[in-house]
């Protein structure tokens, strides 16, 4: 499957896509595996955490959902977590600022007493074709919004957070096949994984679960947004199953990991690659 040449603006809008990417908006179907759960999912209002967050409050949780400035987007997930009969608490920032992720997480206590899972997923991508077209600003900022945000997350949810809570990374195929024309995002990948990992150990005797999840090539508003129109015509095509993934097809990992189904599995990197391997 290929997708036509476009370049909206970073970080791209959702409703503005061709095509729209599928976030399980009329697919996903919950059986009751996370009911009464106070979650927070970061980058919520497209793609891998739009679909993370449909998914939650289909089956049963409340969500905060944090999200840069993409308004219209954010308001659409609010309206399908409350048509699902959850609460919704949009919440605009950068999380590059660590204050507005303990921003983030204040908000969450106040709203739902406690948090039961925390979703890092906001991420911040560009293309470059050579060393030099990295600036100093660009690289410094692609870790804090990807790996710093995720630190302070963390740190901030965990005095809240009941035995049995779970906490999970975005990571990405990229943590360990790092694509080159990606480096700075690539490296955030590997720590987040790398971080996951530590976590998983150093929070295991609060019973709480940390993991990763490491996506191949998923259709979002950070692809076309970031990468050159030609690569995005043939996204995905280079993978085993020949295409590039939709983020209702990430939701299902995610709500594994979240729920009690996966009460034994921290300290993971989960790939869901369309075939490409994780080491």
């Not at 970080?11 to 729209?20: K, N």
């Not at 790996?147 to 906490?167: D, E, Q």
């Not at 720590?191 to 530590?198: E, F, H």
């Not at 993971?268 to 080491?279: F, N």
């Amino acid at each position: 499957m290929g997708f036509p040449e476009q370049q909206p603006e970073v970080p791209g809008v959702q409703s503005r896509m061709d095509p729209r990417p599928d976030c399980g908006e009329d697919s996903y179907r919950g059986s009751g595996k996370m009911t009464g759960l106070a979650t927070v999912v970061t980058g919520a209002d497209s793609g891998i955490g739009r679909a993370v967050a449909i998914a939650f409050a289909r089956e049963g949780a409340d969500v905060l959902l944090s999200y840069l400035d993409e308004h219209s987007d954010a308001d659409e997930v609010a309206e399908l977590v409350r048509a699902a009969g959850r609460r919704a608490v949009p919440m605009a920032g950068d999380l590059s600022d660590p204050a507005h992720c303990r921003a983030v997480i204040d908000a969450a206590v106040r709203e739902f007493g406690r948090i039961d899972v925390l979703v890092s997923n906001a991420a911040y991508q560009m293309t470059h074709e050579t060393l030099d077209e990295i600036g100093d600003e660009e690289f410094d900022y692609t870790f804090r919004a990807n790996v710093s945000a995720y630190f302070a997350l963390a740190k901030a949810a965990v005095p809240h957070m009941p035995r049995g809570g779970s906490i999970i990374g975005s990571s990405s195929v990229n943590s360990d096949m790092p694509n080159a024309t990606l480096a700075p995002y690539a490296a955030t990948k590997a720590a987040i994984a790398n971080l996951s990992a530590s976590l998983a150990q150093m929070l295991g005797p609060k019973g709480i679960r940390v993991n990763s999840v490491a996506p191949g090539p998923i259709w979002t508003p950070l692809i076309p947004s970031t990468m050159p129109p030609e690569k995005v015509a043939h996204f995905g095509a280079n993978t085993p199953l020949g295409r590039a993934g939709q983020p209702a097809e990430l939701a299902p990992t995610y709500v594994l990991l979240a729920s009690s189904d996966g009460s034994y599995i921290s300290g993971a990197r989960v790939a869901v690659t369309g075939g490409r391997p994780i080491l």
